[in-house]
T-cell receptor, first 111, second 113 residues
Framework: DGGITQSPKYLFRKEGQNVTLSCEQN?????MYWYRQDPGQGLRLIYY???????QKGDIAEGYSVSREKKESFPLTVTSAQKNPTAFYLC??????????FGSGTRLTVV | QKEVEQDPGPLSVPEGAIVSLNCTYS??????FMWYRQYSRKGPELLMY????GNKEDGRFTAQVDKSSKYISLFIRDSQPSDSATYLC?????????????FGKGTLLTVNP
């Protein structure tokens, strides 16, 4: 079945540590996106990529980094520069303006 | 003014009620309008998709778009406890980076048996 796989489902980060969230899709979609979701804040765009080897900052890119070396993969690194990383992270992909397909999310907690 | 405004609720209704969820927006370039349903601790799933103005019906769900008023609605008939979720409206323009969706903050709906 086609879809988006995010891993891990739960992730714990220590202060000062970088962590990487995985996102893989087998939908042959060109565009991929990373969102952060906090209670009462809705979905906020971190980074997006419309083509391999190219990506753009979203509204809250500070403290995050991404890469897009393959069409299927769009990993997100939460760096130590992100001061408040505890949140629910959602990856999505799309082919055209027909809406996104979302992954099941990664819940990141700072310990 | 935010690009997309959505009443966060929460909204609580009895089983069988008709539910109306709404969003307003300010960007006249938006052409594509979507509703997503998100269960707790899950990713959002696409529920309804509409291009430009008009109505679209799918089972118990009806989506309406009024571009002249910059207003979209989702109606749920004969609501069920399984409809309890957060509903997110989303919209985008056409072409290139305009495929990037702008989301409302979501409305939390509870349908009580």
């Amino acid at each position: 079945d086609g879809g988006i796989t995010q891993s891990p489902k739960y992730l714990f980060r220590k202060e000062g540590q970088n962590v990487t969230l995985s996102c893989e899709q087998n939908l042959n979609h060109d565009a991929m996106y990373w969102y952060r979701q906090d209670p009462g804040q809705g979905l906020r765009l971190i980074y997006y990529s419309q083509i391999v080897n190219d990506f753009q900052k979203g509204d809250i890119a500070e403290g995050y980094s991404v890469s897009r070396e393959k069409k299927e993969s769009f990993p997100l690194t939460v760096t130590s520069a992100q001061k408040n990383p505890t949140a629910f992270y959602l990856c999505a992909s799309s082919k055209e303006a027909h809406g996104y397909t979302f992954g099941s999310g990664t819940r990141l907690t700072v310990v | 003014q935010k690009e997309v405004e959505q009443d966060p609720g929460p909204l609580s209704v009895p089983e069988g009620a008709i539910v109306s969820l709404n969003c307003t927006y300010s960007n006249s370039a938006f052409q594509y309008f979507m509703w997503y349903r998100q269960y707790s601790r899950k990713g959002p799933e696409l529920l309804m998709y509409t291009y430009s103005s008009g109505n679209k019906e799918d089972g118990r769900f009806t989506a309406q778009v009024d571009k002249s008023s910059k207003y979209i609605s989702l109606f749920i008939r004969d609501s069920q406890p399984s409809d309890s979720a957060t509903y997110l409206c989303a919209m985008s323009g056409s072409g290139g980076s305009n495929y990037k969706l702008t989301f409302g903050k979501g409305t939390l709906l509870t349908v009580n048996p």
